[in-house]
């Protein structure tokens, strides 16, 4: 029954990671071409916005706003990214 339940922990958090992975290329993919379609407040630091999100392993709010202001985007542009790169990718 350890084993069992070892195995179902180990398969769900693999899953987890497919759709976290597939929505941070879905987002990435949204700065990328969608640029118009994101906020106008987002548009001028859509390509640091992008690098954070590549190189962010967890999409907790407070480590994205702190990846965010150190890439040099305002504190207040980057709290709203995080809010909506949390609420989509926050899985």
Known sequence: MAERSTATATASGG???????LAKKALLQVLRYGINKVPAA?????????GV????????????VTA???????ADVAAATAHWIVVFLGL
């Open 15 to 21: 899953e987890r990671n497919i759709w976290s992975t």
């Open 42 to 50: 987002i548009r001028p630091y859509v390509s640091k916005i992008i």
């Open 53 to 64: 999100v590549e190189d962010l392993e967890q999409f907790q709010q407070a480590a994205v």
């Open 68 to 74: 965010l202001v150190h890439a040099g985007v305002p």
